[in-house]
């Protein structure tokens, strides 16, 4: 079923927090909320599932407007960033709290009840778990247990709040892989909330930024990161230098002793200059033609991260692949080049 | 471990043998007839009866009161806050007279009652108003750091799977908070056991008919008569005893079930 938001506002007493949001995410398709904490992402999430009311604008599911309904009645599968397990019950209730709670006309019967909880758990691979208690249980196993819990009521749509978000970085890679084979078999419309840019381009099909109450771009991951449409995208996606300064006579960029030639600016004209740390090169060069000095190499493993002091101005992060950690030492003069730029009005 | 050994031991071991060992060096025909008195007996009968009324009462209201403190922010919520422990502030017999003046056939509560034919004060449904108001605060003050702790999560979580807010309290609310309204509920019982104050002057004190096992307990000591007055203690003492001994087995079974198999 498709999720969509027309011209939602929410404000928490002065504070804006949703500022006029539209979105639509298709039938079966598995997008991110992505943004920094803060950007109303959560609070957007919490409208369309019926949680948190909107001062303003429509929430529409699969063409049915379901503003006025509250959660219960939205069918939608909630998982919150802690869970949010039922303490006092078993692996096995939790998941089955959902059908015990339907009228008495469309509840299952306690044996398809059983099935039917065996089959989810089975689909989280947790079948061995029924009989134990959430606290019992590892964080991620918790969330696997909440994702089969929302799963149960069989909901149009899946909403995913920070899921990962109280996990290690290895569970949740896997957890985050699990995800999406578990989507590609059950093509529910699922909308994800992360503040984790890698989860959200691993993830998603398309990725929807949020700042400050506004959708700032949606596309998909490729064009996110290719084509960021303003500064704060490309300084949210990928790890970014950014520089500012006034365009000189020759169409560059002067910071300090490092020129930047920028390709079209108007000469004059104030910028700000996104870069991103893998799109720099760094060349030895000799004391006159040199612009920076290495002042710290970080190995990161799989790639070595630079920091270039520019003479007279500031310092620059590059990242180069692993085999350039021979050449460049700390206190080696460079010259710095940038591949790709970003240019934007200051 | 030492400290707490010492302090149970002045406070509390000791004084209990002393009316044990009272009613051990009494003549046997003495107890007995202290024992098996139908004054004390029906005084024992009420102070129980009306204890568990009040406690039972207390139970529903004061988890109402804790969870509208906890969950709700209305104008005002700071300051009765603050006066659910003016139960525990006030001298007993203070509130008491209170009571008793607010639910009298002239008083304000009590006015309201007359022309329905109920009269509050000086009848057992008086005494239960009184230690309803003494054992309140402890429901309300042990069940409410419960609520405070619920994530509220859990019951958006039992909302967005289609329960009812009915069926959200009942099934994944009550559950957690369970433990803590059983021991809130046997403290306001244990209290109102032993409460004197504030129950004599609504109670009128009628033998056989309004009078508490305290006031037995007082009354013998007036008249120097220690057995009978240690004898009627011993056997609030075994009777209390025994209850909060099931109660707590119970309480047990209860939280064992939610967290250490857990």
């Known amino acids: ?346 | 471990m030492a400290v707490t050994s010492v302090v149970l031991l002045t406070l509390v071991a000791v004084p209990l043998s002393a009316l044990v060992l009272t009613v051990l060096r009494a003549s046997s025909d003495a107890i007995v007839r202290a024992a098996t008195d139908p004054r004390t007996l029906a005084a024992c009968a009420l102070s129980f009866g009306a204890s568990a009324a009040a406690a039972f009462l207390c139970a529903p209201l004061g988890l109402a009161v804790a969870w509208s403190l906890a969950r709700w922010d209305f104008p005002g919520r700071r300051v009765l806050d603050a006066l659910i422990d003016i139960p525990f502030a006030l001298p007993t017999s203070v509130s008491g007279i209170a009571l008793t003046a607010l639910c009298a056939p002239t008083g304000w509560v009590g006015a309201c009652f007359v022309p329905l034919g109920i009269d509050l004060a000086f009848t057992r449904v008086g005494i239960v108003i009184a230690l309803l108001f003494t054992g309140l605060p402890f429901v309300v003050r042990t069940v409410q750091p419960v609520i405070e702790d619920l994530p509220r999560d859990v019951e958006e979580a039992a909302a967005s799977l289609g329960a009812s807010p009915a069926q959200a309290f009942r099934r994944v609310l009550l559950p957690s908070v369970l433990p803590a309204l059983m021991t809130g509920t046997t403290l306001a019982f244990a209290r109102s056991l032993g409460e004197y104050g504030s129950v004599v002057f609504i109670a009128g004190n009628m033998p056989m008919r309004t009078e508490v096992a305290p006031l037995r307990v007082l009354a013998h000591l007036e008249n120097y008569d220690y057995v009978s007055a240690a004898v009627v203690a011993v056997e609030m003492l075994v009777a209390s005893a025994g209850l909060l001994l099931a109660v707590n087995l119970v309480q047990r079974r209860l939280v064992h079930r939610g967290t250490s198999n857990a």
């Open chain 1, 1 to 346: 079923m498709s999720i969509e938001a027309v011209g939602v506002s929410k404000s928490y007493g002065a504070h804006p927090v949703l500022r006029d949001v539209s979105l639509k995410v298709d039938d079966g398709g598995l997008v991110a909320l992505l943004g920094p904490s803060g950007s109303g992402k959560t609070s957007l999430l919490r409208v369309l599932a019926g949680l948190e009311a909107p001062d303003a604008g429509r929430v529409v599911f699969g063409g049915r407007d379901v503003s006025r309904h509250g959660v219960a009645d939205r069918g939608v599968g909630f998982v919150f960033q802690h869970y949010a397990l039922f303490r006092e019950m078993t692996v096995f209730e939790n998941v089955a709290f959902g059908l015990r709670v339907k009228p008495r006309a469309v509840r299952p019967s306690e044996e398809r009840l059983r099935r039917k909880v065996h089959e989810l758990l089975g689909l989280v691979q947790l079948e061995s778990m029924a009989n134990r208690y959430p606290s019992q249980l590892s964080g991620g196993q918790r969330q696997r247990v909440a994702l089969a819990r929302a799963l149960a009521v069989e909901p149009a749509v899946l909403l995913l709040d920070e899921p990962f978000g109280a996990l290690d970085t290895k569970v949740r890679r896997q957890l985050r892989s699990w995800l999406r084979t578990l989507h590609d078999e059950l093509h529910v419309t699922t909308l994800i909330v992360t503040h984790d840019q890698e989860e959200a381009l691993e993830l998603a099909d398309r990725v929807i930024l949020m700042n400050d109450g506004r959708i700032e771009q949606q596309g998909s991951p490729t064009e996110l990161y290719e084509a960021p449409a303003t500064a704060f995208v490309a300084e949210f996606l990928g790890d970014v230098n950014v520089i500012e300064g006034t365009v000189e006579g020759d169409g560059a960029l002067a910071v300090g002793r490092w020129r930047v030639p920028l390709l079209d600016a108007a000469p004059g004209s104030r910028v700000r200059v996104a870069l991103r740390t893998a799109d720099l090169e760094l060349l030895v060069a000799e004391d006159d033609d040199a612009c920076a000095t290495i002042s710290r190499v970080a190995d990161l493993g799989e790639k070595i991260q630079f920091e270039a002091t520019v003479d007279g101005g500031p310092t620059v992060r590059v990242h180069l692949a692993r085999r350039a950690l021979l050449t460049l030492e700390r206190g080696a003069r460079v010259t710095i080049e940038a591949r790709v730029q970003r240019v934007y009005p200051a």
